[in-house]
């Protein structure tokens, strides 16, 4: 997959310092406002250092991690990252890529539940009841653009995202809207050659750092698309724990 290069979101639309975090520091709060209803937050420092190397270590260690062999585009293939499912009792299956993993109950992985505590206390009225877990071992792991949309996580769901270990782009890129696929049928100049600078601001990464959390809320997962793409130069790890409520 030929990745994009994307521009930065670089001006947060509001910052704060709310409670303290557990090791009693304060956190930062980043919001950014991507427009029509869509917005991401992000707390760089969301556990603190050393905390997050040994949530990291029982992790990799302890997750009972698959790399299952899933279908993209019709064809079949190894997913390019390690895999475990999480999620409550009573909960529709989970199906993506033709894949069906096994889901473990909370109960099996205590720790996981301090972490969805501590997600659940920064995101008052949130009430997350599953969890993907993925683990990229090296820069040829990935994830390819998508959103996600799928009905069992309602019209406008929050995903919250935690990361620990190494540090890894996350991009979002606006969906192409109704316009430009009618456009391209009839032959008229693609819209982002006809505005370039419009297109700037449907271009946004991040850098996930150790420990932080990233939430996409409100129209996100309808208007954009996020992937994690590949990286030749990064050999180190990457745990990331996707937390998503099931309606």
């Known amino acids: 997959m030929k990745c994009l290069k994307l521009k930065a979101l670089t001006e947060p639309s509001a910052e704060s310092n709310p409670d303290p975090n557990p ?10 406002d991507l427009g029509n209803g869509s917005e991401v937050v992000y707390i760089p420092k969301f556990f603190p250092f050393n905390q997050a190397w040994n949530w990291f270590d029982y992790l990799n260690n302890e997750i009972p991690w698959s790399r299952p062999t899933i279908r993209v585009f019709g064809r079949s293939c190894v997913q390019p990252r390690d895999t475990c499912y999480i999620a409550s009792p009573g909960l529709p299956d989970l199906i993506y890529s033709g894949y069906q993993p096994r889901a473990y109950s909370w109960d099996d992985y205590a720790p996981l539940k301090e972490i969805l505590d501590a997600v659940h206390e920064a995101l008052p009225g949130s ?14 792991d990935c994830v390819g653009w998508h959103s996600d949309d799928e009905k069992l996580y309602g019209s406008t769901p929050e995903i919250a995202s935690v ?13 192409p809207s109704k316009r430009s696929h009618v456009s391209k049928e009839r ?3 693609p819209a982002s050659k006809r505005s370039k600078k419009s297109s700037h601001t449907d271009q ?27 990286r030749a130069k990064v050999e180190a790890t990457r745990i990331n724990l996707t937390f998503r409520h099931v309606v």
């Open 23 to 32: 090791n009693g520091s304060a956190v930062k709060i980043l919001t950014f």
């Open 127 to 140: 009430s997350f009841n599953s969890l993907l877990l993925n683990r990229y071992k090296g820069g040829n």
């Open 163 to 175: 990361s620990f270990g190494c540090e890894r782009e996350f991009f979002l890129k606006k969906k």
């Open 187 to 189: 032959g008229e100049e």
């Open 204 to 230: 946004h990464s991040f850098t996930l750092k150790h420990g932080s959390l990233l939430v996409m809320r409100g129209n996100t997962q309808r208007d954009w698309l996020h992937s994690v793409p590949k």
